[in-house]
């Protein structure tokens, strides 16, 4: 789909892949709500996470950023800054270093680490590294720099246009149109007995993670030790040893407790970069974490996009056609911002198009953000259906489960492992009383109070490569080693409850190492939704492996065959009163350890697994502030085996509560006088608090065991949770008020706007 989700790569995996364990019939530790291992740590403040690494000598760094929104850097002046107290080192564009290429588009570099041409507000210029902090941003602001400023584009459709002003060389379309088809769109229309056509517009989102972006660097000779807030240490690793043109193994990158990130700690950041050119230049240990307000300018945001979107529905509520033309852009830089997946795939309709353009603007770049493209479609797709099925006077979860698919069209109609897409709908709208819902007089004075629903599916599989390694000592008590990022999502948690449940071990048993690429083997980043499905296989099959040395070793001692033993409670148990604690296991105690190595396995042949959703939102409306209250939130969810209730509810809430945002408050303002964003901080960009938030958001998962997937049978979880929030409540606010929102946000001051023009036309 895009480079942060490389497309699965059957060949890679070895011929000799290890026997794929079999689905558990019943468990006793997965799919409990267990508490999260690292719980404790986490409230009492106990938890170190990047930002609060601090080794013996290390300095501090700030970074000056280009203030405009298009400029040129003409001259640096570094004199005074340099003269100032605790200034170790300063870095400008001319330091050695400093000029390596950075992104990468097709044909070749379009940037440098700190480039002359800067081409979006916050664009960075020069670095530097003093004893403290404070040192260091009073050095940064002494730097004088002496810009040519140039003319700017903020609107992707301006940005196209001749005479526009050029962002790279080339022009500011970024590639060619994405496009897709099947069936021919024009015979499908001439066949609907409605055809529908809609612009909606989306909000840039910024990704807003509590812990910042940033990094610690540290050289021993020739050899980098990084701290990085990452998803992924291993993709920093590899892009890091390609900028510093070193070998992998001179680069560690450690990561330790993680304040999520939503995608925008995918990739190596440019403050890595320059933490670790300026530990070099210093010989000390170098930290350089982004303030919050560079986070909004520099760390990336969900793209805003213009999605038109033409339907055509026979009054039987049969698709016949789906036409997505697409505008969005990913700011200065190239990244990934295809949207249309969702109108391919989540809905049977034999006649698609979808086209889509990129453009550059004068503005900080994308970066994937929690489904990537899926709930901006949602917004136009989701508002479709409901008015599709209000034209055609169908109920809308009713229209929906008409076109469910058990094949993904998208991908040459393989089938799917399981579509829980119809469970879902049905078991959503009962379990949120829907029908009475519907029913139910929308006027209550002032008040107009409506329901809405939306479905989704996300699209990317996951990437089958994962080695995990768990270690057996003496006492019975186990390591786990394991390579993925835990965001914050509770990865350790439900890795280690994959480990209790084959070994039959307390949790509490469990030692766990994480993320850091000195000591665990390789892993994928942790994102596109797959760190439980590609990583808990590799966890079963490594203790599957060490079971399988304890019970051999067991049946040696015991004279009895192996099949016949189990582990429970720390214990060989076996036939009749048969009972051997591990720690009278004479091979173990004679070896002190036992290894199992796991590897994930392949993702089933000619089948495809990915998760499904409906949410169903009621709001209320007040039409004399147009204030919108979300009262309730349900989200249905198909993402197979729930391997712990609490950190699968919380993906859920937080997905929502996240949707919320994107649907009413959350959008980058850009100022069109200067290209400068005018809400840079937490107080003007708005995320939602408690208060916004309904107070009991129901999350329901349908579990449809799915025995195909994987071994433990989970699909993502993380990125569904978010898609089809905003849709379903925007799909409320039209129950409620006959008001359809296509702008960015459901906005009070356009709403009761829009609702006295309405009264004054009575
Ligand atoms: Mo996600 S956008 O893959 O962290």
Known sequence: MRAYYPSDPAADVPASAPERPAPWAETSVVGKPLPRVDGYECVS??????????????????????????ARVKRVDTARAASLPGVRAILTGDSPGAG???????????????????????????????????????????????????????????????????????????????????????????????????????????HTPLEVHGSVARWDGDRLTVWDSTQGVFGVQEQLARCLELPLSHVRVVGSYMGGGFGSKLELGKYTVIAALLARQTGHPVKLFL????????????????????????????????????????????????????????????????????????AGRARPMRAPGFPQCSWALEQTMDALAERIGMDPVTLRLKNVPNVSQRRGG??????????????????????????????????????GVAACIWGYTGQPVSTAIVKCHADGSCDLTLGASDLGTGTKTVMAMVVAEELGLPIERIRIEHADTGTTPYAVPSGGSQTVLVNAPAVRAAAVEVKRQILELAAAQLGCPAAALGLRDGAVVGPGETRLVLKDLKGLQQQRVLVGVGRRHPHPEGKVALPFAAQFAEVEVDTRTGEVCVRRLLGAHDSGRVMNRLTYDNQVFGGMAMGLGFAMTEARVLDPETGRMLNANWSDYR??????????????????????????????????????????????VYHATGIRVTEPSIDPSQLVRRLAERRERG
């Open 291 to 362: 303030t919050r307000e560079e986070s909004f300018l520099c760390a990336g945001n969900r793209p805003a996009n213009t999605l038109t979107l033409k339907a055509g529905v026979k009054a039987d509520g049969t698709l016949t056609a789906l036409q997505l033309t697409g505008l969005g852009s990913s700011g200065a830089y190239p990244s990934g911002s295809g949207t249309g997946y969702q109108v391919a795939d989540l809905y049977l309709c034999p006649n698609v198009r979808i086209v889509e353009t990129d453009a550059y603007i004068n």
């Open 687 to 732: 995320i939602p608090t408690a208060k916004d938030v309904p107070a009991e958001p129901v999350c329901l998962p349908v579990d449809p065991e799915d025995a195909e997937c994987n071994s433990v049978g989970a699909k993502g979880l993380g990125e569904p949770a978010t898609i089809p929030t905003a849709a379903a409540i925007a799909n409320a």
């Open 100 to 206: 390596l290429p950075w992104y990468f588009a097709a044909g070749g570099a379009t940037s440098r680490l700190l480039d002359p041409h800067c081409r979006h507000e916050g664009e960075e210029v020069a670095a530097v590294a003093a004893e403290s902090l404070e040192q260091a941003r009073d050095a940064a602001r002494a730097i004088e720099v002496e810009y040519e400023t140039l003319p700017f584009v903020i609107d992707p459709a301006e940005a196209l246009k001749p005479g526009a002003p050029p962002i790279h060389e080339g022009g500011n379309q970024v590639r060619e149109r994405e496009a897709y088809e099947r069936g021919d769109v024009e015979k499908g229309f001439a066949e609907a007995d409605h055809v529908l056509q809609e612009t909606y517009r989306t909000p840039c989102e910024i």
């Open 45 to 70: 403040g106990t938890a170190v996470y990047t930002r609060d690494v601090a080794l013996p000598g290390m300095l501090h760094a700030a970074v000056v950023r280009c203030p405009h929104a298009h």
């Open 414 to 451: 393989q089938p799917y492992t399981s579509t829980g897409l119809s469970r879902c709908l049905e078991q959503g709208a009962r379990a949120f009383d829907w029908e009475e819902a519907r029913r139910r007089p929308r006027e209550h004075g002032p008040i107009l109070r409506g329901v």
